[in-house]
Each structure stands twice: as structure tokens, then as C-alpha cells.
């Protein structure tokens, strides 16, 4: 029998794909909106990753979002930008069919898609993957629970901070006023409503790359709140990391980022920093819960050769210690420009100035999801009783 490849197998139906001692590469198609990437997203693409070689990512147009969804919050080119920075991609389409066609897999030379095991479906209630279900060309990944982007513009838009409370109310839920917009999980959508993260050590672990230091690499630290991991940190962390051969950085608790940045800032909690950081590709280490000024400890402890700071304003500690005083006495305190004027405050800016829009949006797609999610648990009783 010849072992000719066929349909991503060999001839003789050996589904290993190796052929005459040979392996093919499996490539691995995502879509979606990719809206505020969030690390809900990146540990969708390090589970599909982990089902393949090679990971493709298409994105949707701001068009067809609008169609869908209503307004994305970020342009397409943030959101290229953003997708391109998560350490398990390999390549980003730009202009993905809302539906995932066999066509558009068969273009990218990818062997199947992978999705969330929640549904995601077209103005007209269509299932977005109905096509490549059909086709067997479909994986299905757990999706992360605690996270989407319907909860962190609740967050936003309600200046809730239930997402930053301490010891034992920590993880509480808050419920009033938000029966709209994620916050309330029992009101809520299956798979948007917001239900408690709950961080491991092992998604720490997952989401690590566990190298050390070689011997004689040029260690850089930056430090700050990341909070709402977006392009402007993506550009300032790529030309941090081209100062050295490592990258740390440092995130500050959430009481010490409110006591700078104030309101119900953080937006998102450390647990969720640490993973949003961690799945950029240019970070190799994170401390969590770093001091607010850079002791002679910390950079002893991490051999640290370049400490770096964005053109963000300094906020003094009590309003007078400079927390870059040991870095600049030791000479290696440096001022990155990352040519990107994006920050947090932008972002909530931009959702505050569309409420109306967002809070429309969110609604129609909760609104869809609760039917699917109804007739998704019929069509279950139905073949249970058959």
C-alpha cells in the first residue's frame, strides 16, 4: 500500500503522519476577534499549540466585527500586534471569514481549528465553526474560566474593584449593579459571565518558559502595574528585551498600583498581570509582587545589568523617595521611548466614550449565548432520552 500523504494522513489511513520514517508538520488554524487580548486568549493558543507544530492565527476585520459583534475596541492593526506577541504564535492572517470555512484551511495549509468549548455565533445565531465541524477538521480546547472581555469592560465601565479585593473577600464575586456586564455570574452568560479565577501554580508553571540566565547574559528589569496588557507595553517591552539577552519584570501589587494610579485601577488583579505578561514573547521571568522601588536586593539577587522605565510619569513613594534612586546611583538606569503613546487610561477612555455602544454589544451577545447554551443543553437531553 503506498504511503502517499492523503488528507494530512498517510495512504494507508496511519493517522501519526509519518510516512517512510517522515513527520508532517501539523499546522493549527485560530480565529476570532482577538479584542483586548487578555490571557484567556493565550492560553487557548498555548492549548492549541500543544496539539500541533505550528500556530496560525486569523483575525477578523474591525468590519466584521461590527457586523457580528458591534464596535472592537481595538483597530485590527493593535490586534495583529497584539496576537504576534503571544510567545505560542507562529504566523497571523489578518482578514479571516467570520465563519471558518474548509477553504480558508485549506489556503493556510493548516490540518484543522481549534476553539474554546464555548460557542461563538454570527449575527444570525449561525455556529461560526458549523462548516470544519462537519469536516472533522475541529478541536475543541478548554476555555480559561474567570476571564473575557465582556467582564474587563464591566470592570471598566462600572469601576467595579471586587477584582482587587484582599484576604478572605478576595474572590468574591460582586453582584450588585451589574447584571449587564459580566460581573455577576449568576446572571450571566455561561461562557462571558464572570466566574472566579482561580490562579495555580500550575498555570504559572504553563504559562513559563522555566529558563534561567545562561552564564554572561545581560540581565534587563523593567517594573510596573501591565495592567490591560496592551500594544504600548508590547512595544516597550520589545525594545526593553533588545537591551539584553533576558528580560524580568517586576509587577506591583494591587494596593501599590491603586495608591499610584488611584480609582479602581488595577483593572485586572496581579494573578491575571502575571499571566498576561508571561505569555509575551519577549519576557522571560516575572517577579510577582515586586517592590515599588528597586532595591540594592533585587538587583543583587537577579544580577540585574539595565533597569528600564517607559516615558510614563515616576510617582514618588510617600511623594518623595525616587524608586529608580539605586538603579541611577549604580549607573544603569535607562528612559525608553517605545514610540507608542498607548496606555490603560486610553483604553478606559476609549470604552467609557462608546458605554452605550458596549453595553448594547455585550448585551445582544449574552443575549445569544444563553439561547445556544438552552438549545445546546436540549439537543443533550434529547439524544440522552433517544
Known sequence: ?????????????????????????????????????????????????????????GIHTDEEITKHKGPPVFTEEERVKMVKGIKWVDEVVLGAPYVTTLEVLDQNNCDFCVHGDDITMTAEGV???????????????????????????????????????QGSAEYDIEKEGSSNMGQDSTAK?????????????????????????????????????????????????????????????????????NSYKGSNYPIMNLHERVLSVLACKFVNEVVIGAPYCVTEELLDHFKIDVVCHGRTPISLEDGKI?????????????????????????????????RLEYERRNQAKEKKEIEAFEALQRQKQTQKAG
Not at 139 to 164: C, I, P, Q, W, Y
Not at 195 to 206: E, G, H, V
Not at 337 to 345: A, I, L, R, V, Y
Open 1 to 57: 500500500m503506498s504511503d502517499k500523504l492523503v488528507n494530512g494522513t498517510c495512504g494507508n489511513g496511519d493517522a501519526s503522519n509519518k510516512c517512510n520514517g517522515t513527520r508532517k508538520e501539523v499546522r493549527v488554524w485560530c480565529d476570532g476577534c482577538y479584542d483586548m487580548v487578555h490571557f484567556g486568549h493565550a492560553n487557548s493558543l498555548r492549548q492549541a499549540k500543544a496539539l500541533g507544530d505550528k500556530v496560525i492565527v
Open 127 to 165: 455556529d461560526t465553526y458549523h462548516l470544519v465541524k462537519s469536516a472533522n477538521r475541529y478541536k475543541e480546547v478548554k476555555r480559561t474560566a474567570g476571564v473575557s472581555t465582556t467582564d474587563l469592560v464591566g470592570r471598566m465601565l462600572l469601576l467595579t474593584r471586587n477584582h482587587f479585593r
Open 189 to 257: 452568560s455561561p461562557w462571558t459571565g464572570c466566574s472566579q479565577f482561580l490562579p495555580t501554580t500550575q498555570k504559572i508553571i504553563q504559562f513559563s518558559d522555566g529558563k534561567s540566565p545562561n552564564p554572561g547574559d545581560k540581565i534587563v528589569y523593567v517594573a510596573g502595574a501591565f495592567d490591560l496588557f496592551h500594544v504600548g507595553h508590547l512595544d516597550f517591552l520589545e525594545k526593553a528585551s533588545k537591551l539584553g539577552d533576558y528580560l524580568i519584570v517586576g509587577l506591583h501589587t494591587d494596593p501599590v498600583v
Open 322 to 354: 525616587d524608586p529608580y534612586a539605586v538603579p541611577k546611583t549604580r549607573a544603569i538606569f535607562e528612559l525608553l521611548d517605545s514610540g507608542n503613546d498607548m496606555t490603560t487610561e486610553r483604553i478606559v477612555e476609549r470604552i467609557i466614550s462608546h
